[in-house]
Nanobody
Framework: QVQLVESGGGLVQPGGSLRLSCAPSGSIFSIGAMGWYRQAPGKQRELVASITNRGSTNYADSVKGRFTISRDNAKNTVYLQMNALKPEDTAVYSC???????????????WGQGTQVTVSS
């Protein structure tokens, strides 16, 4: 089974930086839009940033100017560069992508297992 695999989470101090990565674990036929979501305990899951095939991006107001989403289509990888991290950024960050696994299948939304980001002094 193809899975999305995230990496790059960890513990950082306020003001620090992390770079998250996400890519399918196996071969795919094509990939569409990709995005990063986060969920903190007791909070609803929220969209942090998304990016289309053409590179158009959207960001949550809370991360504008601090986070940057990008993608490397040759590697089928999406990144989230997180700068000037704040304690309120603490959450499990999950990758989402629309994947077409074979030439005869349609695109389906896939989720990664999530990676923990903790911002604390």
């Amino acid at each position: 089974q193809v899975q999305l695999v995230e990496s790059g989470g960890g513990l950082v101090q306020p003001g620090g930086s992390l770079r998250l990565s996400c890519a399918p674990s196996g071969s795919i036929f094509s990939i569409g839009a990709m995005g990063w979501y986060r969920q903190a305990p007791g909070k609803q899951r929220e969209l942090v940033a998304s990016i289309t095939n053409r590179g158009s991006t959207n960001y949550a107001d809370s991360v504008k100017g601090r986070f940057t989403i990008s993608r490397d289509n040759a590697k089928n990888t999406v990144y989230l560069q997180m700068n000037a991290l704040k304690p309120e950024d603490t959450a499990v960050y999950s990758c989402n992508a629309d994947l077409q696994l074979t030439f005869r299948s349609g695109r389906t939304s896939y989720w990664g297992q999530g990676t923990q980001v903790t911002v604390s002094s």
